[in-house]
C-alpha cells in the first residue's frame, strides 16, 4: 500500500515562464558537512597521514570495544558503516569506526511551504516555494582506545594507519553529500514532483514526508529519539544513500583494509619482540 497522496499530486500550471522564473525545475539540493569530532587534528605531531583531499581531520573519539559495538549500532537508522574490521579465522577485531549520518534540512521549512486553495478539491493541499533543501552528511570517527598515540611510538604508527583508513571513509561519504546524493534525488519520483516541479502535496501528506523538518535537527538525540514526518528522508535513505554507502565500504575494505590490517600486525608482532617503531612525526608508518 503507497502511502497517503502519492499518487495525487497536482501541478499549478502557471505558464513555463512563471514557472522559469520562480526557479521551478532547478535543483534545489546544496551539500552540508558536519563533523561531530570537535578538536582539529594535528598532523605535524604525529607520523605521516595522507589525508584526502576535501577531508578537514580531526581527532577521533577514542573508545573501548564495548563502546566501539554500540556506536555501530546508532545509525539514521541502521545502515553499513565504515570501519577497520579484520576478520582472521571468524574473529573480526574493530580498530576504527566511521559513521556518517544522512539528513536532509530545510533551512526556514516554514517559509518554504504555503497552503494552496485547488478550485474543487476540499482536502488542503500545499506547495514548495523554493530555496536550499541541505544534503547534510554528520561524520564521527572513533578508534580503539589502546591505540592512543602517546603511549609509544609504535601506537602512534598504529595510529597513523588506523586514522588513514578511517579518513577514506570520511572522504567518500563527503562524496555522497556532495555529488551523488543531489544528483540522484533529481531522478527520485518524490524529489522530482514535489520539491523540483513544486506540485502541490495534500497536506496530510505533507505531514508525513516532510513535516518533521519543521523543527531543528539534532543528530544525536535523533540516533536514540526518531522523530516523526521524515518520510521521504526515510525512503531516500533507505533505497539511495544505504545501498550507495554499503557499496563503497565494501569496495574501500576489498582495495585496502587486508594491507592495512597486516601492516599493523606486523608492528604489534615487532612490539611483542621488543622492537618498537623507529619513526617520529613526520615519518612513514609503512617503513619500520
Not at 113 to 122: A, C, I, P, Y
Not at 241 to 252: F, T
Amino acid at each position: 500500500m503507497s502511502p497517503p497522496g502519492f499518487f495525487r499530486g497536482m501541478t499549478l500550471d502557471l505558464g513555463s515562464a512563471l514557472r522559469a522564473a520562480a526557479g521551478v525545475g532547478a535543483s534545489p539540493f546544496t551539500p552540508r558537512i558536519e563533523y561531530l569530532n570537535p578538536s582539529p587534528l594535528q598532523p605535524e605531531r604525529l607520523p605521516r597521514i595522507q589525508i584526502p583531499s576535501g577531508v578537514s581531520p580531526r581527532m577521533p573519539h577514542f573508545v573501548d570495544t564495548d563502546r566501539l559495538i554500540r556506536e555501530k549500532s546508532r545509525q539514521l537508522p541502521p545502515l553499513a558503516s565504515g570501519s577497520s574490521v579484520q576478520v582472521r579465522g571468524g574473529l573480526a577485531i574493530t580498530r576504527g569506526l566511521t559513521m556518517a549520518h544522512f539528513y536532509l534540512d530545510f533551512p526556514d521549512f516554514g517559509a518554504q511551504w504555503r497552503e494552496v486553495n485547488l478550485r474543487g478539491l476540499t482536502e488542503p493541499h500545499c506547495q514548495f516555494l523554493g530555496g536550499n533543501i541541505q544534503v547534510v552528511v554528520a561524520i564521527e570517527v572513533f578508534v580503539l582506545e589502546s591505540y592512543r598515540p602517546e603511549v609509544d611510538s609504535t601506537n602512534s604508527a598504529i595510529f597513523a594507519l588506523v586514522l588513514e583508513h578511517e579518513l577514506h571513509h570520511v572522504r567518500d561519504s563527503i562524496d555522497l553529500a556532495v555529488s551523488f546524493m543531489p544528483a540522484r534525488l533529481l531522478g527520485d519520483e518524490l524529489s522530482r514532483r514535489y520539491l523540483i516541479d513544486r506540485q502541490s502535496i495534500e497536506r496530510r501528506s505533507l505531514s508525513y514526508y516532510f513535516e518533521g523538518h519543521r523543527l531543528p535537527r539534532n543528530v544525536e538525540t535523533e540516533l536514540d529519539q526518531p522523530r516523526s514526518g521524515l518520510g521521504f528522508e526515510t525512503l531516500v535513505r533507505g533505497s539511495i544513500w544505504g545501498p550507495e554507502a554499503s557499496r563503497r565500504a565494501d569496495a574501500l575494505h576489498a582495495l585496502e583494509l587486508q594491507r592495512y590490517a597486516d601492516r599493523i600486525q606486523d608492528l604489534e608482532r615487532a612490539r611483542v619482540n621488543g622492537r618498537l617503531w623507529r619513526g617520529g612525526p613526520g615519518g612513514d608508518p609503512w617503513r619500520d
